[in-house]
């Protein structure tokens, strides 16, 4: 047993011992500062990691795209130009470009009204029912008849006398057409296509009533779209009125003799084309296929 006293001292020098032990080993460095850890941040997203964000700005395109974008053409529908056209126009364009194809501006003025009113009533297009009323009677004559017995200026068959909530005159212009537009419709409807429909408008059902009657559509689409156009470029013309307009289309002549209507191999009527002498077999052949009607 140590005595009190030197329990005390050996206390002592095990404290000593102690502390130089601790700063013995580190003695003239300079303690590191303590730096606390940043908290992690989590993404709002925890299907976003690892995966590259979309940027929100659009690519700018570059000058040959750019290029391209400026020539390429804006497509316009000709039917709906041509509903504003007849919107802001009425009937007026139309009528010149009947009378410049018939040659007979006063049935030309009152077709062009009728044609216009009985295609907003319907939905049809004024362009294809006037090449429908082009086709059957050129010459623009109300009391046409052909040998099949079709009356006026679309050619309507008397057994359509009086339907279609039409009055029974088919003598009249508008009556006529009235007659005319709503036989189209009507085989529109059924057809589901208006080739199809101009087809049963002309009697080609099974191609029997009229020989090469297939022809037909392919002619009133054609002179459809030339009207079309023709109907544009009146209403774009601002040089003179549609009065100066009518008024200086050129006019049939009294001495003349006027076209007759004929039953053609592909319509109920036609106008019969006046012979031409050709220089050549080959000439001939050319201008029969080139006929603009």
Excluded at 212 to 229: D, E, F, H
Aim: charged fraction near 20%; aromatic fraction near 4%.
């Amino acid at each position: 047993m140590f005595s009190p006293i030197r329990r005390d001292r050996s206390l002592e020098l095990c404290l000593v011992g102690m502390l130089l032990t601790a700063f013995g080993c580190g003695a003239g460095a300079p303690a590191a500062p303590f730096v606390a850890p940043m908290p992690a941040v989590a993404p709002l997203d925890p299907t976003a990691v690892g995966r590259p964000q979309k940027s929100k700005a659009r690519p700018v395109p570059s000058a040959a795209q750019a290029g391209k974008a400026a020539r390429s053409p804006v497509r316009l529908d000709s039917t709906a130009l041509e509903r504003a056209v007849t919107k802001e126009h009425a009937h007026w364009p139309l009528a010149v470009a009947l009378a410049r194809r018939s040659g007979n501006p006063e049935v030309a003025v009152q077709a062009a009204a009728a044609l216009v009113r009985e295609a907003e009533r319907l939905h049809l297009s004024p362009s294809l029912l006037g090449a429908v009323l082009l086709i059957e009677n050129t010459p623009l004559d109300p009391e046409a008849v052909s040998s099949q017995g079709a009356l006026g200026l679309m050619q309507v068959m008397p057994v359509h006398l009086g339907s279609y909530g039409c009055s029974p005159d088919l003598v009249s212009i508008e009556t006529n057409i009235c007659h005319g537009a709503s036989i189209l419709k009507h085989m529109v409807r059924r057809a589901k296509s208006v080739p199809l429909a101009l087809k049963r408008y002309n009697g080609c059902v099974r191609g029997r009533n009229t020989p090469r009657c297939y022809r037909y559509p392919k002619r009133v689409l054609r002179t459809a779209s030339r009207l079309r156009r023709e109907i544009f470029l009146i209403a774009s013309d601002s040089s003179m009125s549609y009065e100066e307009a009518l008024a200086s289309t050129p006019r049939q002549r009294r001495g003349s003799r006027a076209p007759q209507l004929v039953i053609g191999k592909d319509s109920v009527g036609t106008d019969a084309p006046s012979p031409m002498a050709c220089a050549s077999f080959f000439g001939c052949l050319r201008h029969r296929w080139t006929l603009k009607y």
